[in-house]
Nanobody, 122 residues
Framework: QVQPEESGGGLVQAGGSLRLSCAASGRTYADKGWFRQAPGKGREFVAAITWPRSTPYYSKSVEGRFTISRDNAKSMVYLQMNNLKPEDTAVYYC?????????????????WGQGTQVTVFS
């Protein structure tokens, strides 16, 4: 399976913005999203975008600050991150196929890319 390729991370001051991109392998006709993993913590859900309506879903910690979008023609998924906080520091991973389990979004498979590092300093 081809791994997704994430990009766009970096070092940014609190209150700043970054835009992450993901060249999303796998089925175009799938719900897709972003997860993140901070040092010493498990991987956590950040945002999802559905197929075909592109309805967004967000974790409570990022809602109102992050915006997920997708370009199906280019097989790309994006995450616009505004008003970044130090607690947003993590490696961000793109999930190319998601499934919904009640109110939870879970990856349909463990096909992760290398991720992209986001570091927010105060």
């Amino acid at each position: 399976q081809v791994q997704p390729e994430e990009s766009g991370g970096g070092l940014v001051q609190a209150g700043g913005s970054l835009r992450l991109s993901c060249a999303a392998s796998g089925r175009t006709y799938a719900d897709k999203g972003w997860f993140r993993q901070a040092p010493g913590k498990g991987r956590e859900f950040v945002a999802a975008i559905t197929w075909p309506r592109s309805t967004p879903y967000y974790s409570k910690s990022v809602e109102g600050r992050f915006t997920i979008s997708r370009d199906n023609a280019k097989s790309m998924v994006y995450l616009q991150m505004n008003n970044l906080k130090p607690e947003d520091t993590a490696v961000y991973y793109c999930a190319t196929e998601l499934r919904r389990d009640g109110t939870m979004w879970l990856p349909s498979h463990e096909n992760w890319g290398q991720g992209t590092q986001v570091t927010v300093f105060s």
